[in-house]
């Protein structure tokens, strides 16, 4: 009832742009209940709401969410960025390539949707064009230890264990901080690929 009538009394502009930011979906449906918030302006409740339930694994639902939001602002390209990222978990995986690819057409200078696509390119089996996407995210942001990790594992799958080794040590060379995580992965696959290879032998001399 105290949201309601928040909202009653006046809802701003703050509150419905960034209500997905609180972990509580009961504000966003509030201001989606709100009648006189039609148009792009709801689109952010929805989005906020699908977010939400994106957070919480609720993969279905956070579609259905996005599709409003799209529905009622289709010229945001984060939208078809937080769908394509729901469809992937949610094993849709070539709806999840055909909306990174029309986030990409919003912003072709963003590095994220770039390394999102690549990852549901990778899990289709299609390893060449997963690098191709790889690569242009490392292009846009190569301090990303991330997308260097994930494009040697699209190497290493696809059996270029050279290739796979320089992206791995590229992520380790990176600074720590938010790539810390991507950075002890990149360790442990070096020390895989170290202990897979072949012990040198010399030749016995005469």
């Known amino acids: 009832m105290l949201i309601v ?17 609180e972990d509580d979906p ?27 339930a994106l957070r919480h694994g609720d993969f279905r639902r956070a579609i259905a969410d996005f599709d409003e939001a799209i529905h009622l602002n289709p010229n945001r390209g984060s939208l078809y960025r937080d769908r394509a990222t729901a469809r992937r978990l949610n094993g849709e995986l070539e709806g999840a390539i055909a909306d990174y690819d029309e986030a990409i057409a919003h912003d072709p200078k963003l590095a994220a949707p770039y390394h999102q696509r690549g990852l549901a390119l990778a899990a289709m089996g299609d390893l060449d064009r997963a690098i191709l996407s790889f690569n242009t995210a490392v292009r846009l942001d190569p301090s990303d230890a991330q997308a260097r990790l994930d494009r040697g594992l699209a190497f290493l799958a696809r059996g270029q264990a050279d290739d796979a080794r320089a992206d791995f040590e590229a992520a380790l060379a990176l600074p720590a901080g938010k790539n810390g995580a991507a950075r ?15 012990t040198q032998v010399s030749a016995p001399r005469r």
């Open 5 to 21: 009538l928040c909202v009653l009394v006046g809802l701003s502009t703050h509150m419905v742009v960034n209500c997905g930011d």
């Open 26 to 52: 009961d504000i966003c449906s509030a201001v989606i209940g709100f009648s006189p918030l039609r148009g792009s302006l709801i689109a952010f409740a929805y989005a906020g709401r699908g977010r939400i």
């Open 184 to 198: 002890e992965a990149a360790r442990a696959k070096l020390a895989e690929l170290a202990s897979a290879e072949p």
